[in-house]
């Protein structure tokens, strides 16, 4: 839970543009909540993977 809960702080302040991150790579948090991923139940936890990966097509 640490895992992935941790990659969604880290894309808010991506998000936000924030000074207080250095890494802003967003692959490097897609790997993280991959890894966090765990038990997802009611499916919120991929579709935040899904969010992130159609951020990042944006991004391109």
Do not use: P
Not at 10 to 39: A, H, Q, Y
């Amino acid at each position: 839970d640490f895992k992935f809960a941790s990659s969604v702080a880290w894309f808010g302040l991506v998000l936000r543009n924030s000074d207080l991150i250095k890494n802003k790579n967003l692959t490097d948090i897609e790997k993280l909540s991959k890894k966090g991923k765990g038990n997802d139940d009611a499916g919120y936890r991929s579709e935040f993977v899904r969010l992130l990966e159609t951020y990042k097509t944006i991004q391109k």
